[in-house]
């Protein structure tokens, strides 16, 4: 068992090592820190914390370095997330004023957060799934091209342009919109794609050519609401902390690359009462990411809630990175709370 002052001798550790990224030494924490000890009793101490796998010693005769396993303690006990400068609430508060629409608030979010942190920013999109169709439009662009607009209570907008088989005219148009909204507005998007499906099933193949060449068309939108979504920012900030990583950096840039991997990590971090989560270092290796850690907040939006954060080598300000995570979370979820109070 490692003492209370064993913890403490451990939370210096990491953030000498984090602020300096140099092995830390018994020497440097009695000169550092009022432990009221001597450097022998400090070298005890980390003797244990060794003992324990929560330092270790990355040359002989070197001072310590915290373990993913030490990083683990150190975040869910002895960290301290520290409070926002007033610039940095500023920031967040200026980035994110008056976005245009939810990608638009989306992107400004990630970008905000990679320059708090200088990490790798992410950020998931409120789940369409179980959003509900609030409006349904079709703007004739020409007689056989119409402009179908999708709408949810979520937050998310669809736009597709979409040719069509015939020549359609203003009234043609009116009874599409019409037929088709009768259909889905009010519905859950998996319901919606579900009622034109059949509808696309029921129709004579010969009639009605332009409205199943529009509810197809609305299928497949409806299926990428239900697809989930990641923003991201900051990746060029890996090539400048290489040095911070043990090893490549490679599976790190195909996870950006290819986003799945990243979704099923950040939906499946585990949260605590507060909505923050970390998934550090080896923790991450079913994931192909025993390199890197995450660090998450929770935000609420109509539709449930999704996560934003930042992910960075094991060597990072957990607190700094925690407490910037949780700012935007908390101003993010004002953000669409104002949004649907206002539709």
């Known amino acids: 068992m490692v003492s209370e002052r064993g913890?403490?001798?451990?939370?210096?550790?990491?953030?000498?090592?984090?602020?300096?990224h140099e092995p830390v030494g018994s020497r440097s924490i009695v000169d550092r820190y009022s432990f009221g000890?001597?450097?022998?009793?400090?070298?005890?101490?980390?003797?244990?914390?060794?003992?324990e796998e929560l330092i270790t010693a990355p040359h002989t005769s070197s001072g310590r370095v915290p373990t993913d396993k030490g990083y683990r303690v150190f975040v869910d006990h002895l960290a301290q997330l520290r409070p926002l400068s007033v610039a940095q609430r500023t920031?967040?508060?200026?980035?994110?004023?008056?976005?245009?629409?939810?990608?638009?608030?989306?992107?400004?979010?990630?970008?905000v957060?990679?320059?708090?942190?200088?990490q790798v920013a992410l950020a998931q999109y409120p789940s369409f799934a179980r959003a509900h169709i609030t409006h349904l439009e079709l703007v004739a662009l020409a007689p056989n091209r119409v402009l179908i607009v999708l709408v949810t209570d979520a937050g998310g907008v669809?736009?597709?342009?979409?040719?069509?088989?015939?020549?359609?005219?203003?009234?043609?148009?009116?009874?599409?919109?019409?037929?088709?909204?009768?259909?889905i507005t009010g519905q859950a998007v998996s319901d919606a794609a579900e009622r034109l499906q059949n509808l696309v099933a029921a129709e004579d193949q010969t009639k009605d050519v332009a409205l199943r060449t529009l509810a197809a068309v609305v299928i497949e939108e409806l299926g990428e609401f239900r697809q989930e979504r990641l923003v991201m920012a900051g990746a060029a900030t890996l090539a400048r902390r290489e040095q911070d990583f043990r090893g490549s950096i490679h599976p790190i840039l195909e996870a950006i690359e290819e986003q799945v991997t990243l979704?099923?990590?950040?939906?499946?971090?585990?949260?605590?009462?507060?909505?923050?989560?970390?998934?550090?270092?080896?923790e991450n290796e079913p994931f192909g990411l025993g390199e890197a850690s995450i660090v998450a907040s929770n935000y609420a939006a109509p539709s449930g809630t999704a996560r934003v954060g930042v992910m960075g080598p094991t060597r990072m300000d957990y607190p700094s990175n925690l407490a910037a995570a949780r700012a935007v979370a908390r101003y993010?979820?004002?953000?669409l709370d104002e949004d649907e109070a206002g539709r």
């Open 7 to 20: 913890l403490q001798v451990l939370r210096a550790i990491v953030q000498d090592y984090v602020e300096t």
């Open 37 to 51: 000890v001597s450097a022998a009793t400090i070298r005890n101490d980390m003797a244990l914390l060794e003992d």
């Open 91 to 111: 920031a967040i508060e200026s980035f994110l004023t008056a976005p245009t629409d939810l990608d638009d608030l989306m992107i400004r979010t990630v970008r």
């Open 113 to 118: 957060l990679t320059q708090l942190t200088g």
């Open 158 to 183: 669809s736009q597709r342009l979409t040719p069509l088989p015939v020549d359609v005219d203003d009234a043609d148009t009116a009874v599409l919109r019409a037929r088709l909204s009768a259909l």
């Open 263 to 282: 979704l099923r990590l950040m939906g499946e971090m585990v949260t605590d009462e507060q909505g923050l989560g970390a998934s550090i270092g080896t």
């Open 332 to 335: 993010l979820s004002r953000m």
